[in-house]
């Protein structure tokens, strides 16, 4: 047998199963949460519908992922290493260029592509903690001191972390601190550490949302005070700033067990259909919304139990893991993707303020689908090397 087709077979399919289980429900419900989105003569005499017209293009993505996943799966990831520093320069520069952008959500436009440079950040982030957090140590046992592995740690991050709350995207920021979480206690910090740096940050609270979060981002303050505000039961503005929220956690909330049914109507009873879900967002920021409406309880419960499987496969994966790096791989992707689902679905049901953030795997958002796919091909690489124990040193 050759070493590539033991790769292929010594893959872990359960994963593999799940990820393309959630993409082709993803593919499902954007047909229908895109059909209300205005697209050219052209898309539309092509394909009939702006539905048909995301969902073939998400199916496009979902080809270019694979190809990344499967090259993520195969190589070892020792040598995904060497991407961490050039990814992350990259993506710190491509983070400033976005910053000069002139719309609100300081996107890139690359060889036709358009994309949110703040993913890339994520991505090269966990290669580059990972890895120096692995390696480092080896070099010189000073290098181990926990005060230096914090330092490395919240530097790696708080980079990225600051340029992406200046772009005004909360969401994409916030999930960082999962991943930092994860990061420090994978990596061996010890308990009176944490301790500190957790009394501290609880301390620096006030600072941070009354001084800090204004200064870099307009629109922070204002949507935590309006989710706190609708958390409280107090008067919104229901047609203004508490348009979306409100109509948002109203469609989940009259769902029922069924639903209303797949592409309803407005006759049949359709919040989405009758425009109350924002249109041009219902197929990203909050298509789980489209998905409790239209699928009801049992269709949100169906999603909510492939995303357990897959967070909970990737946990048994990191149990498994050869070294360090691939514990934190492993760790810190599944502490991305669960920020994701909790940020994404939290702000449907009124548990998370408004961030516009996709839904992994689920969501049309073009380049985040790939990254995923991407992510998660790390993690099975974390699962099919991990009996070449010793071999790492030798890269």
Not at 329 to 356: Q, S
Not at 382 to 390: A, D, F, S
Request: proline share 4%.
């Amino acid at each position: 047998m050759t070493p590539f087709l033991r790769k292929i077979l010594g893959m872990n399919w359960v994963l593999v199963l799940v990820m393309y289980g959630l993409l082709i429900f993803g593919v499902f419900m954007i047909e229908s949460a895109a059909r209300h989105i205005p697209i050219g003569q052209e898309q539309t005499g092509q394909f009939g519908s702006s539905g048909a017209y995301f969902s073939w293009m998400q199916k496009n993505w979902i080809v270019v992922g694979s190809v990344a996943y499967f090259a993520a799966a195969l190589i070892d990831y020792k040598w995904i290493r060497w991407l961490g520093i050039p990814l992350y320069a990259v993506s710190i520069g491509l983070m400033i260029m976005a910053m000069k952008a002139d719309d609100d959500v300081h996107r890139l436009v690359v060889g036709g592509l358009s994309f949110q440079p703040a993913q890339l950040g994520v991505t090269s982030g966990i290669v580059m903690i990972a890895w120096l957090m692995h390696d480092l140590p080896k070099l010189h046992a000073v290098l181990g001191n926990p005060f230096l592995k914090i330092a490395i740690i919240g530097v790696i991050s708080a980079v990225p972390f600051l340029l992406v709350m200046m772009m005004g995207d909360m969401g994409s920021a916030l999930v960082w601190i999962p991943v930092v979480i994860v990061a420090l206690l994978v990596a061996g910090i010890p308990f009176r550490f944490l301790s500190f740096i957790a009394f501290v940050s609880a301390g620096m609270l006030p600072i941070l949302y009354f001084v800090i979060l204004p200064l870099v981002s307009e629109r922070g303050p204002d949507r935590i005070d309006l989710w706190l505000r609708m958390m409280q039961g107090q008067e919104v503005d229901t047609l203004g700033d508490a348009y979306a929220p409100h109509n948002v956690s109203m469609a989940v909330g009259k769902a029922g067990w069924k639903g209303v049914g797949w592409k309803a109507t407005a006759e049949e009873g359709s919040l989405h259909d009758k425009g109350f879900i924002p249109r041009l967002t219902a197929h990203n920021d909050f298509i789980f919304a489209v998905i409790a409406e239209e699928l009801g309880f049992r269709g949100a419960l169906l999603l909510l139990g492939g995303f357990t499987l897959l967070l909970i496969q990737g946990l048994f994966i990191g149990f498994y893991s050869r070294d360090v790096a691939g514990r934190l791989i492993v760790c810190m992707v599944v502490a991305l993707f669960f920020a994701h689902i909790y940020e994404n679905i939290g702000m449907c049901v009124l548990l998370m303020p408004i961030t516009g953030i996709p839904l992994p795997l689920i969501s049309y958002s073009g380049t985040f689908v790939v990254i995923c796919m991407f992510l998660l091909g790390m993690v099975q690489s974390v699962w099919v090397h991990r009996h070449l124990e010793g071999r790492l040193e030798e890269a």
